[in-house]
């Protein structure tokens, strides 16, 4: 019988936890035993995995005993101080945080673009942020075939991506707006229902925020090219789940809207969604609940040598978090990397 493996899921009652919870159990993950570890809020507490029932516990230092591999998704500061108690136990890290992202010895792998940098791993692995995923997705196969040389990336990205409360603030502040009652701020730093914030996350001293930063960063340890030029501005709008992204690309060589279409099209894990005369595009509320990266809107930028917009959508939750951790899960197992080196 093939090797079964004892998980861990930290964060298990959170969004994202949820999430991972899920898709061990839809992709046959195999999983002998499932741990899952949250506050001591949610200690005993029963939750689904599968048909079955599993119980919470409380995340604490001996946590990690025997257990193969643990997908984290309960923050940073939480990464920070649990992840490398959990490897020095032996048990390999998926972060879903962006604690170890940038660390230079620390993998960060979107299974479709960089799975030969797992090879290396040395107990920690990171999961990238989920606006980056989405887009190194689509930009690989294109970067392959003519060089990308620059990225304008304009995010739109739902308030799943907070945390479950600030579903629950966007469903509430739509309701009291609509009753004419102020809307309670809560979560955010302005009313999100109606509205659109131009930061997620803190600002740095250039005016960029860190979610901007991330991508910027990440995007070019994931496609190993440090030359990709990257800016982006990540909007917060109001969608429940789901994020969008308009992107700007600047190649080095000719890329056509047909070939890159179908170089999409023959790439791991992409849907192409493109059919103006048909009014079929990408959109949250196709991409929510599923896998792909779906891209549309496929045409060329005339203002440069070489340019082409896009338009890229995927659930923020699946393939921006929970499915790119457990994809990385999957790679470990497939090329039996599932112990922490000594
Ligand atoms: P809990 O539900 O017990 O608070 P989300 O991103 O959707 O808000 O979820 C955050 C996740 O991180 C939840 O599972 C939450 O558990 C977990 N979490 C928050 N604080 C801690 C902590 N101190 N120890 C362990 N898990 C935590």
Same mark, same amino acid.
Not at 76 to 99: Q, T
Not at 192 to 214: H, R
């Given at each position: 019988?093939?090797?079964?493996?004892?998980?861990?899921?930290?964060?298990?009652?959170?969004?994202?936890?949820?999430?991972?919870?899920?898709?061990?159990?839809?992709?046959?993950?195999?999983?002998?035993?499932?741990?899952?570890?949250?506050?001591?809020?949610?200690?005993?507490?029963?939750?689904?995995?599968?048909?079955?029932?599993?119980?919470?516990?409380?995340?604490?230092?001996?946590?990690?005993?025997?257990?193969?591999?643990?997908?984290?998704?309960?923050?940073?500061?939480?990464?920070?101080?649990?992840?490398?108690?959990?490897?020095?136990?032996?048990?390999?890290?998926?972060?879903?945080?962006?604690?170890?992202?940038?660390?230079?010895?620390?993998?960060?792998?979107?299974?479709?673009?960089?799975?030969?940098?797992?090879?290396?791993?040395?107990?920690?692995?990171?999961?990238?942020?989920?606006?980056?995923?989405?887009?190194?997705?689509?930009?690989?196969?294109?970067?392959?075939?003519?060089?990308?040389?620059?990225?304008?990336?304009?995010?739109?990205?739902?308030?799943?991506?907070?945390?479950?409360?600030?579903?629950?603030?966007?469903?509430?502040?739509?309701?009291?707006?609509?009753?004419?009652?102020?809307?309670?701020?809560?979560?955010?730093?302005?009313?999100?229902?109606?509205?659109?914030? &131009?930061?997620?996350?803190?600002?740095?001293?250039?005016?960029?925020?860190?979610?901007?930063?991330?991508?910027?960063?990440?995007?070019?340890?994931?496609?190993?090219?440090?030359?990709?030029?990257?800016?982006?501005?990540?909007?917060?709008?109001?969608?429940?789940?789901?994020?969008?992204?308009?992107?700007?690309?600047?190649?080095?060589?000719?890329?056509?809207?047909?070939?890159?279409?179908?170089?999409?099209?023959?790439?791991?894990?992409?849907?192409?969604?493109?059919?103006?005369?048909?009014?079929?595009?990408?959109?949250?509320?196709?991409?929510?609940?599923?896998? &792909?990266?779906?891209?549309?809107?496929?045409?060329?930028?005339?203002?440069?040598?070489?340019?082409?917009?896009?338009?890229?959508?995927?659930?923020?939750?699946?393939?921006?978090?929970?499915?790119?951790?457990?994809?990385?899960?999957?790679?470990?197992?497939?090329?039996?990397?599932?112990?922490?080196?000594?």
């Amino acid at each position: 019988m093939s090797r079964q493996y004892r998980v861990a899921v930290v964060g298990a009652t959170g969004a994202v936890g949820h999430e991972m919870r899920s898709i061990l159990a839809e992709r046959g993950f195999p999983v002998s035993e499932l741990l899952p570890l949250a506050s001591r809020r949610s200690a005993g507490i029963e939750l689904e995995f599968g048909k079955e029932c599993v119980e919470c516990r409380e995340l604490t230092p001996d946590s990690f005993a025997g257990v193969d591999i643990a997908l984290f998704s309960a923050g940073a500061s939480i990464s920070r101080e649990y992840a490398p108690i959990a490897r020095d136990a032996g048990c390999v890290v998926v972060d879903n945080s962006s604690a170890w992202r940038v660390e230079p010895n620390v993998p960060l792998i979107v299974p479709e673009v960089n799975p030969h940098d797992a090879d290396t791993h040395q107990g920690i692995i990171a999961n990238p942020n989920c606006s980056t995923i989405q887009m190194v997705v689509a930009l690989k196969p294109l970067h392959d075939a003519a060089r990308i040389r620059r990225v304008v990336v304009s995010t739109y990205q739902a308030v799943s991506g907070t945390g479950a409360k600030a579903v629950t603030e966007l469903i509430r502040q739509s309701d009291e707006i609509l009753e004419g009652t102020p809307p309670l701020i809560e979560i955010y730093p302005h009313q999100i229902a109606f509205n659109c914030l &131009p930061q997620i996350d803190a600002f740095l001293d250039d005016g960029s925020t860190k979610e901007e930063y991330k991508m910027v960063e990440e995007t070019k340890k994931i496609m190993g090219d440090d030359s990709i030029a990257v800016t982006a501005t990540c909007v917060r709008v109001p969608v429940y789940n789901g994020h969008s992204e308009s992107v700007n690309l600047e190649f080095e060589r000719d890329l056509s809207p047909e070939r890159a279409r179908d170089l999409l099209s023959a790439a791991r894990g992409i849907v192409v969604s493109d059919d103006p005369d048909s009014l079929i595009y990408p959109m949250p509320i196709v991409a929510s609940g599923t896998d &792909p990266v779906y891209v549309g809107r496929i045409r060329r930028d005339s203002t440069v040598a070489h340019g082409l917009n896009l338009w890229i959508v995927a659930d923020n939750l699946r393939k921006g978090a929970a499915l790119n951790a457990v994809q990385i899960a999957e790679l470990l197992v497939e090329r039996d990397l599932v112990s922490v080196p000594g």
